[in-house]
């Protein structure tokens, strides 16, 4: 499968989660993978070891996504190694507390916000020079669902990402002369740490440990996988997707039962 070889794909939180599953996916169908991330360097390590074991090629780059000089740093970072970018996965997020913004402290709205929408803006903006010279390139933004309801106890998420798909919007329309693709991906809960981390301020049940206590009630009787949403993130990619654009797909199995 190398419907991508020859492409050079950056994926923000690239290392764990929807992040590794889609790096993997990418890697899987030919793409060169930087592997982005902002703490957690052994798992960004252990992706990046798993891709070269199954014979592809990936790089490991640090750099915390709600920071505009590390943002400018890492894009001239991964454009050194390999001299362009074809994709842009802004998969890297964050998690409320589950307070009220009665209850929300200021440092937690605002490194919510940086991090969904702020900072994929900056790393847009130091991405498009070498995209436009591609021939085609993708944007991605994995958003969610909680843009739908935009649930109590949750306003800096759902802030950031409601913020975060207006970006997109934006982006899409002017960047098709280009020949930029800007989709957006929107999960349900996901089976990740971030979505057990949601799952417990969302629903107050903090001695929640696996959210596969939760695949009875779930759509097709379990809960969402990373690699349901890296399957639309590489159709977006795709050639099949070639003429799509500014369209946010939801992956949470049609939504919770009425």
Not at 102 to 127: F, S
Request: aromatic share 4%.
């Amino acid at each position: 499968m190398t419907e991508l070889q020859g492409k050079v794909a950056l994926v923000t939180g690239g290392g764990r989660g929807i992040g590794r599953s889609i790096s993997l996916l990418l890697a899987q169908h030919g793409a060169s993978i930087a592997v982005n991330y902002r703490r957690d360097k052994e798992s960004a390590e252990t992706t990046v070891a798993d891709i070269i074991a199954a014979g592809g090629m990936a790089t490991a780059h640090q750099g915390s996504t709600d920071d505009p000089v590390q943002n400018t740093a890492l894009v001239a970072e991964v454009l050194a190694q390999y001299s362009g970018i074809d994709i842009l996965v802004l998969n890297a997020g964050i998690a409320s507390r589950g307070k009220s913004v009665a209850e929300t402290e200021a440092e937690e709205l605002w490194r919510l916000v940086a991090t969904h929408a702020l900072g994929p803006h900056q790393l847009c903006r130091d991405v498009l020079p070498s995209m436009r010279t591609r021939g085609r390139g993708d944007i991605i933004f994995i958003s969610s669902v909680a843009t739908n309801s935009m649930s109590a106890n949750g306003a800096p998420y759902n802030m950031g990402k409601a913020a975060q798909e207006a970006l997109a919007s934006t982006l899409a329309k002017e960047e098709r002369e280009h020949g930029i693709h800007v989709n957006v991906v929107a999960p349900g809960l996901v089976e990740t740490d971030m979505g057990l981390r949601l799952a417990r301020a969302m629903t107050g049940q903090r001695e929640m440990q696996d959210l596969r206590s939760l695949d009875a009630a779930a759509p097709f009787g379990r809960v969402c996988q990373p690699e349901d949403v890296a399957n639309i993130v590489l159709w977006f990619c795709s050639a099949e997707a070639g003429y799509v654009t500014g369209q946010r797909i939801e992956v949470d199995g049609g939504g919770p039962r009425r």
